[in-house]
């Protein structure tokens, strides 16, 4: 009984799709659109918005569809309960702009967690194609894999809401190479071997996921 609202944006079939967990089965329930832009699943029960159409079956644990299942007509009883991972607008500040990436603009910002407003990066798709969308995702979903030390670690994702975003740990002190050209009369040689030993670390770690660093 447990289910979830998703959006497929794919031309062919674009509009909100309900899952649902029923007798051991994933099942998919397409929100249609009658012509006066009322919403349904079941052409006899429409509804002004999708979030009535749900609070409706939600609440008077109205089936899906008449097909029989071993547990009986389709139902929805409760929401799937968020990833940790999974971050919505409201979370999320962006402050400065700090750079571009493949998809967008990057900036400095911060992130709600538990009440406290904490430093972060924050990559943001501008993209709105599904072909774009689908790329930012993986990669965003790629990279929440990474738990290393010496590898930038992805704390969480907006991928409901637009623009879509990727948020990052903040490093203050910026990158490596604004480092070096800062201090390069200061560093001693071993420090500078230090620097090529973490980086080849965590080389080695994305190794391991057929992963490589094209900017290294």
């Not at 400095?108 to 430093?119: A, P, T, Y």
């Not at 599904?130 to 994702?157: C, N, S």
């Not at 740990?169 to 070096?180: A, N, P, R």
Request: charged content about 30%; hydrophobic content about 40%.
């Amino acid at each position: 009984g447990e289910f979830l609202l998703s959006y497929n944006d794919k031309d062919s079939n674009r509009g909100f799709v309900l899952c649902v967990r029923w007798a051991e089965k994933i099942r998919s329930y397409k929100v249609s659109v009658h012509n006066d832009g009322t919403f349904f699943i079941r052409r006899a029960q429409s509804f002004k918005t999708v979030r009535e159409l749900v609070n409706h079956h939600l609440a008077a644990s109205s089936p899906l569809a008449d097909a029989e299942t071993p547990k009986g007509p389709v139902k929805i009883l409760r929401p799937a309960p968020r990833s940790r991972w999974e971050l919505t607008h409201k979370e999320v500040r962006l402050k400065k702009k700090i750079g571009e990436g493949a998809f967008g603009e990057v900036y400095i910002g911060q992130l709600n967690r538990k009440g406290v407003w904490m430093d972060v990066a924050i990559k943001t798709c501008k993209e709105k194609t599904a072909d774009a969308r689908a790329k930012f995702e993986k990669e965003a979903m790629f990279q929440f894999k990474f738990k290393h030390p010496y590898i930038v670690g992805t704390l969480g994702l907006v991928t409901l809401e637009e623009p879509m975003m990727i948020v990052l740990e903040f490093l203050g002190k910026g990158s490596l190479l604004s480092h070096l050209k800062k201090k390069e009369a200061e560093l001693r040689p071993e420090q500078l071997l230090g620097f090529c030993l973490d980086a080849a670390r965590g080389m080695e770690y994305l190794e391991a996921f057929f992963c490589f660093h094209r900017d290294l």
